[in-house]
């Protein structure tokens, strides 16, 4: 149980075009995503935390009009990175909550490669 | 500010125990993580602890010392497949996670 997926796992694409990440918890209900960015040997950081029906929380520094978050339902978390740039390029990973449980564990997708060129 | 330490790099060889280190300064503490890390991969849970002692699971346990602010994983019998980055993460008084850098283990032969 708790298997959270994300499509695409890896994408290409041109400077200045967007690209959406869609992140999906199979099993269960999330009501909390996360949406981490990982760049090579170095941590996990958060971006934003995203709670179903309500607007997404960014952590400081990171461009909220540029990652538009939607969490459209208790099982769809959306990352759209707007108007990428080379510097976007990074390995996006994506976590759900599931609501039935009450230790807080965060179950991660696959993540996403991304790579703008 | 919040901080967790870990180091950055272990080797240890195929057979063997290793601990692995983890002390943190946070606002608030409602238990503390460790996921293993494969490259290119995202994290996969192992263990939680939110009390004091000692948790063991197979191959690998997990202590804590709220009082010291301290955990450690703890890998024995070490495969090959252990080689990852094992990271360790607290949730505090908001629940948000907060997480260390990392320890990568390299497993030798």
């Known amino acids: 149980g708790a298997v959270v997926s994300q499509h695409p796992s890896w994408v290409i694409c041109k400077s200045g075009t967007s690209v959406k990440i869609e992140c999906r918890s199979l099993?269960?209900?999330?009501?909390?995503m996360f949406w981490y960015r990982q760049f090579p040997k170095q941590s996990l950081m958060l971006m934003a935390t995203?709670?179903?029906?309500?607007?997404?929380?960014?952590e400081q520094g990171v461009e909220k009009d540029k990652f538009l978050i939607n969490h459209a339902s208790l099982t769809l978390s959306t990352l759209t990175v707007t108007s990428a740039h080379p510097e976007d390029s990074s390995f996006y990973i994506c976590s759900a909550r599931d609501r039935e449980r009450d230790y807080y564990e965060q179950y991660f997708g696959p993540g996403t490669r991304l790579t703008v060129t | 500010g919040q901080n967790i330490d870990q180091p950055t790099e272990m080797t240890a060889t195929e057979g063997a125990i290793v601990q692995i280190n983890c002390t943190y300064q946070t606002s608030g503490f409602n238990g503390l993580f460790w996921y293993q890390q494969h490259a290119g991969e995202a994290p996969t849970f192992l263990s939680y602890n939110v009390l004091d002692g000692l948790e063991e699971k197979g191959r690998f346990s997990s202590f804590l010392s709220r009082s010291k602010g301290y955990s450690y994983l703890l890998l024995k019998e070490l495969q090959m497949k252990d080689s990852a980055s094992y990271l360790c993460?607290?949730?505090?008084?908001?629940?948000?996670?907060?997480w260390g850098a990392g320890t990568k283990l390299i497993i030798k032969p």
């Open positions: 993460a607290v949730l505090d008084s908001n629940y948000q996670l907060i």
């Open positions: 995203s709670n179903e029906g309500s607007k997404a929380t960014y």
């Open positions: 099993d269960f209900q999330a009501t909390t």
